[in-house]
Nanobody, 124 residues
Framework: QLQLVESGGGLVQPGGSLRLSCAAS????????IGWFRQAPGKEREGVSC????????NYADSVKGRFTISRDNAKNTVYLQMNNLKPEDTAVYYC?????????????????WGQGTQVTVSS
């Protein structure tokens, strides 16, 4: 059974940092592209970042470029999202998702397995 579990969310002040983790069980992440998505109250789910199977290619939403960094450690079967200089508008539930395709996508419908989400709140 494919399972993804996010962790690392929490409450942080503006300008602070968090590192989210996405751990996989029941399958190896080696053959999956992994995306991070977020959904704020009353808003649609949006793509934040994605890392290709090989880890050599990443992409980011314009709103997080230069602040967020996605990485993967296939040996630990885990993908990370380092979030720096957080802003109140980053507040959302963050989800990781797996896509059994070499290439990334920013569309949620392209991902077949999802985690349960972790809450990130940026507030003073």
């Amino acid at each position: 059974q494919l399972q993804l579990v996010e962790s690392g969310g929490g409450l942080v002040q503006p300008g602070g940092s968090l590192r989210l983790s996405c751990a996989a069980s029941g399958f190896t992440l080696d053959y999956y592209s992994i995306g991070w998505f977020r959904q704020a109250p009353g808003k649609e789910r949006e793509g934040v970042s994605c890392i290709r199977v090989s880890g050599t290619s990443t992409n980011y939403a314009d709103s997080v470029k230069g602040r967020f960094t996605i990485s993967r450690d296939n040996a630990k079967n885990t993908v990370y999202l380092q979030m720096n200089n957080l802003k109140p508008e980053d507040t959302a539930v963050y989800y990781c998702a797996a896509r059994s395709n070499y290439y990334c996508s920013s569309y949620s419908q392209d991902f077949g397995s999802w985690g349960q989400g972790t809450q990130v709140t940026v507030s003073s």
